[in-house]
């Protein structure tokens, strides 16, 4: 019995991170993996959270090779404008804890929109609102 005890306590443990051979810790941590479909390990999606991911949702003019055209504060303008529609659209459906854009200019994270509200409720109502929805600037 207490072997049992000590493996499920080594297998909660380790969940999520390098150490667990079974669940992606990339997507574990950010809901996204560099190795998408092709990953060994598998990606749990939990079923409720106070946390939505929109998938490149912000066009980053940089990766789009438009970087040496705009000048920073160009830039800079653009990119506040995307998040504040952002913050007002989804501040609709609750009360937004944060709000973080990726600009990491890797594939499975680039213009990724994570949102974390006070209440998951919200954040399923914000999932499910904005299916099939696009943003155009």
């Given amino acids: 019995q207490a072997t049992m005890e000590g493996g499920a306590e080594y297998l909660a443990n380790i969940f ?12 574990f941590k950010i809901g996204a993996c560099r190795h998408g479909d092709k990953c060994e390990r ?4 939990p ?10 949702m912000w066009v980053n ?13 160009e830039l800079q303008d653009s990119f506040n404008d995307f998040y504040e529609d952002v913050y007002e ?4 459906f609750g009360e937004i804890d944060e709000l973080n854009v990726c ?27 904005l299916q099939g929805r696009f943003y155009g600037a």
């Fill in 16 to 27: 999520g991170t390098e150490k667990d051979k079974v669940n992606c810790p990339f997507y």
């Fill in 42 to 45: 598998r990606h749990n999606k």
């Fill in 47 to 56: 079923v409720i959270s106070p946390t939505i991911v929109v998938s490149h």
């Fill in 61 to 73: 003019p940089m990766a789009a090779g438009e970087g040496t055209e705009i000048q920073d504060r």
């Fill in 89 to 92: 659209e989804l501040g609709g």
């Fill in 103 to 129: 600009e990491n200019l890797g594939d499975h994270l680039i213009g990724n929109v994570y949102a974390k509200f006070y209440h998951d409720e919200d954040a399923k109502a914000a999932l499910n609102k």
